[in-house]
């Protein structure tokens, strides 16, 4: 077992989860092999849920799953809130107790953010480490990061997540008289406790960490601009994880972003180029939303999101092939996370993916439900035209005639609007080449500096 017995896990978990922005509880791979036969980690499940919750614990089963560990049972409890200092009711306690030792597990995973008090009490209480659903998420995200911008995101967002446990656990341990380092020259007095120099040196990481972050985005967003100067019109991809993003960004633009069956696959925003007859456009895939998202991720990965905040059009991609109720709330989710990064007001495309996996009643009841929506699969490519001629109308829809006068020596613009507009007038002039076009709204603001005119409908 990676920590000690819950009375030693309080004093040393912080300094240890700290370290690399990589928790200790988990191990999943070694060398990217998963352990085979019995799992080394075997998690007992607990859920507080409101009456009418779904009481099937699948999404948490499956983010243990992906960061290696097993489900060995599970528990939940209905109330209206989760007890304030052991999450579940004394009685459900004693009841959890007996069943982790007959299920034989060795860890006790909590489906919601648990607060310092709640963690370190429930692990008195049981006798086994308790991990809650944001470290989870946290380690599943620490284990994808493969860019510098990811890795260094995700230490930072499990570092403010330790910082806070931290917090707690000095009030406890200050009340306990345990933090203070006692004895010795300089220590007396009202010298630092060793709980204040873990959280001062927590501090200093965090302030580099950002400082960090600063020059590497500043990297990408000189590659945005790079990007934005091309006018193309921009569609990003978001989803709850797992919806199917990157199959579609694949199937819409040849492109070889990575896929997996795991949850949180996709980290670091790919872009591709999607060509149709009219013009050319620039598809974002970035990262999946989940339920709960931890808000600490939604923090650190603010400048990733911001691909999906500067979008014209988001296709909001969510896997038809599961129940209706769960469609609904995973495309619930996924709204207030666009809420969230201020991204709601942005046009929306509904694209319901894995049609495959749909039958002909099901087909039915989405066509009713959702009659705006698009139903594709990447896997046969049905319904992928359809989708491409969506696009192509939610921009049409916005057309503007423009005229403008591009400057002989600004000739990469000619270019460009070859590429986003398809058709148009050009006539040389004495200060340069006139243009007649219909452009997309969005676009055409961006060539605003050169109009001779105000746009026409
Ligand atoms: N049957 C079927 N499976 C699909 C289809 N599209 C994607 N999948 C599967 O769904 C799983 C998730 O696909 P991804 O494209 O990685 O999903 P994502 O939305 O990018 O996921 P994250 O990056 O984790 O947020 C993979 O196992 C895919 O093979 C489809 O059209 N039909
Ligand atoms: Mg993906």
């Known amino acids: 077992?990676?920590?000690?017995p819950p009375a030693a896990t309080a004093t040393i978990k912080p300094v240890q989860r700290g370290r690399h922005g990589r928790s200790v509880v988990f191990n999943p791979s070694v060398n990217g092999q998963r352990p085979q036969g019995r799992a080394r980690q075997r998690a007992y499940l607990i859920a507080s849920l409101r009456d009418g919750e779904d009481g099937e614990l699948t999404e948490l089963r499956e983010l243990l799953r992906t960061a290696g560990v097993a489900g060995v049972g599970e528990m939940v409890q209905h109330r209206d809130h989760p007890h304030p200092n052991t999450y579940l009711g004394a009685g459900k306690l004693d009841e959890l107790k007996a069943e982790l030792a007959r299920a034989d597990a060795n860890l006790v995973a909590c489906d919601d953010e648990l607060s310092p008090r709640q963690e370190r009490n429930l692990e008195n209480t049981l006798g086994l480490p308790v991990i809650d659903r944001t470290a989870i998420i946290l380690d599943i995200f620490a284990s994808h990061a493969h860019t510098a911008e990811g890795k260094l995101q995700v230490e930072l967002a499990q570092l403010e997540y330790n910082l806070a446990?931290?917090?707690?656990?000095?009030?406890h341990l200050e009340r306990l008289g345990a933090g203070r380092i006692d004895g010795g020259i300089g220590t007396r007095g009202p010298g630092e406790t060793q709980i204040?120099?873990?959280r001062r040196l927590a501090r200093d990481r965090i302030s580099a960490l950002r400082r960090k972050l600063a020059r590497v985005r500043s990297s990408r967003s000189v590659m945005r601009a790079e990007r934005n100067r091309a006018h193309l019109p921009q569609v990003a991809l978001a989803g709850y994880t797992n919806a199917g993003k990157s199959?579609?960004?694949?199937?819409?633009?040849?492109a070889h972003a990575g896929v997996g069956e795991r949850l949180f696959q996709t980290l670091d925003p790919t872009t591709r180029v999607l060509r149709t007859p009219a013009r050319s456009y620039l598809v974002t895939d970035t990262v999946g939303f989940i339920r709960k998202l931890p808000h600490q991720l939604v923090d650190a990965f603010g400048a990733t999101l911001e691909e999906t905040r500067l979008a014209d059009l988001i296709l909001h991609v969510v896997d038809a092939s599961v129940p209706e109720e769960e469609l609904v709330a995973m495309t619930r989710a996924v709204e207030d996370v666009l809420r969230e990064i201020g991204a709601h007001e942005?046009?929306?495309l509904l694209v319901l993916s894995k049609a495959d996996q749909v039958d002909e009643e099901r087909r039915q009841e989405l066509g009713r439900r959702h009659p705006r929506a698009v139903l594709v699969s990447a896997l046969t490519g049905e319904g992928i035209e359809e989708l491409v001629a969506r696009i192509e109308e939610e921009f049409s829809r916005t057309l503007e005639s423009v005229e403008l006068l591009i400057p002989y020596d600004e000739g990469g613009r000619l270019a460009e609007l070859h590429e986003v507009s398809g058709e148009l007038e050009r006539e040389e002039t004495t200060e340069g080449v006139l243009i007649?076009?219909?452009l997309p709204a969005t676009v055409a603001a961006r060539y605003r500096r050169f109009a001779l005119s105000a746009p026409r409908a």
């Open 1 to 4: 077992m990676t920590r000690g």
């Open 165 to 171: 446990r931290m917090r707690g656990l000095w009030s």
């Open 196 to 198: 204040e120099t873990d």
């Open 247 to 254: 199959t579609l960004l694949n199937a819409l633009t040849g």
């Open 346 to 348: 942005i046009p929306q």
């Open 436 to 438: 007649r076009a219909r």
